[in-house]
Every structure is written in structure tokens, then in C-alpha cells.
Nanobody, 117 residues
Framework: QVQLVESGGGLVQPGGSLRLSCAAS????????MGWYRHFPGNRRELVAQIIFTSSFAAYYADSVRGRFTISRDNAKNTVYLQMNSLKPEDTAVYYCHAAHESRDYWGQGTQVTVSS
């Protein structure tokens, strides 16, 4: 079992920044990647960013956020962060933390990010 607790969403003006956090606990040894998805109205889902837990900790970014968002991990705290800069109204969505465990996927509860003036 893996538990994911997210924090850091909210309302921000266009051009602003937010940092999302995802604190993980449980059977982390068998988790091979963590990342963030976002869900838009109409049930569209997008993988925003992901870290693969290999020796290089390679990161993946969606084209829509590359250069504006940064994913990082604090190993000591088992926490993954998503630093979001230069936010745009089209970034408005519910953001979910995701962990890929060898047995199944785990999801956080979701946090709303709203970019509006």
C-alpha cells in the first residue's frame, strides 16, 4: 500500500507561481515512478510531469508545461514537488499525484489549481 497526500493548490493570477507537494508513505521500495496528472472539465486527463526512479531519475514533461514547470523529489521526505511558474488560465485543472507501484497505480486526493485574474 502507498498513501499520497497532496497540498499546495489554490487560486493564482496569470503569470504567477504555485508549488504542489505530494508526500508519499508506505511500500515505496516498489514504486518505480511518481508524477502529476491533471484533469480538465469534460474528463480530459493529461500527464503533466513524471520522475522515473532509475539511477538518473529522468524527468518527463508534457509539451504544454515544459520550460514552466519543474518536478523534483526530496528522497529524505519521500515527497515529490511540482513547481509551476508562468501559470496560464489553461493550466486550470484538478492536479493529482500519481505513483506507479509494481502491483498497481496509486492516486492522491487531488488539488484544485485555478489561474484567473
Amino acid at each position: 500500500q502507498v498513501q499520497l497526500v497532496e497540498s499546495g493548490g489554490g487560486l493564482v493570477q496569470p503569470g504567477g507561481s504555485l508549488r504542489l507537494s505530494c508526500a508519499a508513505s508506505g511500500s515505496m521500495l516498489r514504486v518505480y515512478s511518481m508524477g502529476w496528472y491533471r484533469h480538465f472539465p469534460g474528463n480530459r486527463r493529461e500527464l503533466v510531469a513524471q520522475i522515473i526512479f532509475t539511477s538518473s531519475f529522468a524527468a518527463y514533461y508534457a509539451d504544454s508545461v515544459r520550460g514552466r514547470f519543474t518536478i523534483s523529489r526530496d528522497n529524505a521526505k519521500n515527497t515529490v514537488y511540482l513547481q509551476m511558474n508562468s501559470l496560464k488560465p489553461e493550466d486550470t485543472a484538478v492536479y493529482y499525484c500519481h505513483a506507479a507501484h509494481e502491483s498497481r497505480d496509486y492516486w492522491g486526493q487531488g488539488t484544485q489549481v485555478t489561474v484567473s485574474s
